[in-house]
């Protein structure tokens, strides 16, 4: 089993940045697919950020318009997620995911463990 506990989260004002972390516990994931997700009342969850090790590589949807950044600190079994220049249209809850494959890493239903969210609220 993977625990995932997501943090960092909070209300700022457009154009500003926060950092997200999520930290796993019960399994080493330095392999793992790493994503975060995010989902607003109301709306289908949608995926953000994707990290995979094998090759190492980032993959982000256009939607976020570069202003996202995933890392991972194999070390501390912690994924990140910074989020700058947001934008009202940025609030939601954001969930990390972990998986062992690297396909499919855009589909909410692939991916085997979950956290519990973070809230993020942008004023404008």
């Known amino acids: 089993q993977v625990q995932l506990v997501e943090s960092g989260g909070g209300s700022v004002q457009a154009g500003g940045s926060l950092r997200l972390s999520c930290a796993a516990s019960?399994?080493?994931?330095?392999?793992?697919?790493l994503s975060w997700f995010r989902q607003a009342p109301g709306k289908e969850r949608e995926f953000v950020a994707a990290?995979?090790?094998?090759?190492?590589?980032?993959y982000y949807p256009d939607s976020v318009n570069n202003r996202f950044t995933i890392s991972r600190d194999n070390a501390k079994n912690t994924v990140y997620l910074q989020v700058n220049s947001l934008r009202p249209e940025d609030t939601a809850l954001y969930y990390c995911?972990?998986?062992?494959?690297?396909?499919?890493?855009?589909?909410?239903?692939?991916?085997?463990?979950w956290g519990q969210g973070t809230q993020v609220t942008v004023s404008s």
């Open positions: 019960g399994r080493t994931i330095s392999t793992y697919t």
């Open positions: 995911a972990a998986k062992s494959s690297s396909v499919d890493i855009r589909a909410t239903g692939s991916y085997a463990y």
């Open positions: 990290s995979m090790w094998g090759p190492a590589r980032t």
